[in-house]
Every structure is written in C-alpha cells, then in structure tokens.
C-alpha cells in the first residue's frame, strides 16, 4: 500500500504539477502544458461531495488564479466564459474542436470549483461571461437556448443544451450545506490511499439532502454583487 500511495503522489505532484498549475499530461508534445479550464473537476466534486480534498488548498487556488487570468481574461477581456484550453503563452489551443471552444456548463462549474476555494469575486466574473455571451443585449442571443458551447468566433453548437444547468452547482457551493456525519477535512498527506478510499466510502453510503436553511440565491448574490460593482 505504501508503494501505491508513493505512486499517486508521484503522478499527481511531480509528473503534471508545475509550479502553478496542473499539465494537460506528461507526454511532452506541444500542447502537454495546456491550461485546461476543467483540471480541477476531481476537486470540485469533492468539495461538493463533502469529501477531502484531491489537492491541497494552495495548489487549487494557484491553478484557479492562472484558468481566470488566462482561459477568462485573455479571451474577449472576460465576456465569454473560460476557454477550455489556453496555451501559456496566452494563445488558444487550436489543437482541437473541444479546446478552442467555451463550454457554458465547465464555465459555471470552474465558477464553482472557485467558490468553494474562498475566490467568490472571480467566481462571479468567470460566470458573468456566460451571461454576458448568452443572455446581455450585447451578447449572441442564446437566452433560453444556451448552447452546449461557442468557439472563439462566437459559433455555437448544440442548442439548448444540459450542461449549463450546472449553474446550480454555484448555488450549492454557496450555501455549503453539512452532510450527515461529514469528514473532518485533514491534510491530505496524513492518510493513506486505503483510508482515503474508506472515508468516501463511508460518507458516500450516508449522502442525502440536507435539511434546507434560509440561503441567498444566485439571482440574489448577482443582485448583491452588481449592487456592490456600482458603488465601488
């Protein structure tokens, strides 16, 4: 077990860990260094799960930092959402149909991954290039029909899709509801793989909907956070 444990690290740390954010592999071809929007999705889920952390809290907000100053900002100043994969030196990925284009449910799903990092401001940011693409009057028009994804030159595809139901990922991360008998979070490096296995294991027989609390909603929190924008 200690071999394996050895193993994991190695592979998540070391191999694709740079510094500042996590490769999109250890191959070495051209694009191995590509900033890919959704590398944190393991996180996330964790996060929202009530779990333990995949990576540690300074690693996750690094990697965030560098998907909002690169896949949101450097396209469009913001207004799009985040590109799902960016080169480091600030040029999309045009290695593939999937890199160059916004998926509108990643975005509100990094937006979310964010929030649940403590990074509220530039979850809102990141989120507000969707609505910026999809529902503003100077956007693309999709509205009610927001699509599975646009590239980089506003061409959609799939209409109407799900994904961007992923929306109501932020709004669990917001009200950060406390599971049934839920893990004391520990530095990661503490347990071994096999106790790691077991606490998601043990929690994941115990999921169930929390009670509802009194909570603010997204359309209150963008409400909120527009209202505080004007003032500043």
């Known amino acids: 077990m200690t ?3 050895g193993m994991y690290g190695l592979s998540h740390v070391d191999i694709i860990w740079n510094g500042s954010y996590f490769n999109y592999d250890n191959s070495d071809q051209s694009t191995s260094s590509s900033i890919q929007a959704d590398q ?3 996180q996330w889920y964790s996060r929202a799960c ?3 952390p995949i990576v540690d809290e300074n690693k996750a907000r690094s990697a965030l930092e560098k998907i909002y100053n690169f896949n949101v900002l450097k396209l469009k100043d ?3 959402g985040a590109v799902n994969g960016m080169l480091p030196d600030g040029n999309v990925d045009m290695s593939s149909m999937q890199s160059r ?3 509108s449910g990643v975005t509100y799903a990094v937006a979310a991954t964010m929030i649940h990092e403590d990074l509220v401001d530039m979850a809102f940011q990141t989120a507000g290039g969707i609505y910026e ?3 503003s009057e100077g956007g693309l028009g999709y509205s009610f029909q927001t699509p599975e994804a646009w590239n980089t030159y506003d061409e959609y595809r799939s209409l109407g899709y799900m994904r961007p139901l992923a929306i109501w990922a932020m709004q669990w991360a917001l009200t950060r509801p406390k599971l049934p008998r839920q893990v004391t979070e520990k530095e990661v490096d503490e347990i071994s793989s096999l106790q790691h296995h077991a606490g998601f294991s043990r929690v994941a027989s115990l999921l169930k909907l929390p009670e509802e ?3 603010r909603g997204v359309i209150q929190v963008f409400y909120d956070y527009t209202c505080k924008m004007m003032w500043m």
Do not use: P
């Open 3 to 5: 071999d394996y444990k």
């Open 40 to 42: 944190l999705a393991g």
């Open 50 to 52: 009530g779990l333990l």
């Open 78 to 80: 913001g207004r799009r």
């Open 101 to 103: 284009e916004i998926w």
């Open 133 to 135: 693409a999809a529902w």
């Open 213 to 215: 609390e009194a909570s």
